[in-house]
């Protein structure tokens, strides 16, 4: 199996990856990052879209800061899909015209989790547009999320783990997805990124290297 990185408008690049890797493993993202940097273009000077004051200019002066270059790629990755939507909308604006009342109506309509991903993704922009003095005020700090509505989680007695590892065999899908959850204690979100790239001389691993 094969990856390729096409930016629209380019040539699809193949990554260069051995045929082991596995998405969103640190090696895959790496080979991402190389396939991204390679087809991107200067942006010229004095177009439209980089007029001084506006959105764009600004998000283009953000994704250059260290700020976002601290990011992880998956996180980079995904707060520039929200932000890349908010540019296509308002990306001639004046960034300073950013108040809370329109980021609001923004919003609007979005899931709870929709508005808190998109909260996350321009934080990181307006503290950029604050520090560079674009815009005085924080307009996000008007800004109301719609409360995520949760319920709480039935814990398993140790006799329905039983009735589970009865059902389902060693070896079955289902096993590994609870043996992983059960023993290696990650999170759900770490667990699902887990994979042979984490055993490292027989012993389970964390990204950083410390054995599980």
């Known amino acids: 199996m094969v990856y390729y990185y096409r930016h629209p408008g380019q040539k699809k690049r193949r990554l260069d990856l051995a045929e082991d890797v596995l998405p969103w ?4 993202m790496e080979a991402y990052e190389v396939a991204r940097n390679a087809d991107a273009k200067p942006i010229e000077i004095g177009a439209k879209r980089t007029v001084q004051g506006t959105v764009n200019a600004a998000l283009i002066g953000y994704y250059a800061s260290g700020a ?16 890349e939507s908010f540019r296509n909308d ?18 609007k309509g979005k899931t709870p989790a929709a508005q808190l991903n998109w909260r996350k993704a321009m934080r990181g922009f307006v503290d950029y547009c604050l520090a560079h003095k674009p815009v005085k005020a924080n307009p996000l700090s008007e800004v109301k999320l719609t409360k995520l509505k949760t319920k709480d989680w039935h814990t398993w007695e140790s006799s329905e783990c039983a009735q589970f590892e009865e059902h389902h065999q060693l070896g079955s899908r289902a096993r590994l ?27 389970m691993t964390t990204e950083d290297g410390c054995a599980i």
Not at 25 to 28: A, G, I, M, R
Not at 68 to 83: E, G, Y
């Open 90 to 107: 308002h990306g001639d604006k004046r960034v300073a015209s950013m108040h809370g009342v329109a980021l609001q109506n923004i919003i």
């Open 177 to 203: 997805a609870y043996e992983l959850l059960l023993q290696a204690g990650q999170s759900r979100r770490d667990v699902v990124m887990m994979g042979r790239q984490h055993i490292r001389n027989g012993i």
């Open 68 to 83: 976002f270059a601290a990011l992880a790629p998956t996180t980079r990755s995904n707060r520039r899909a929200i932000l």
């Open 25 to 28: 493993s640190p090696t895959f």
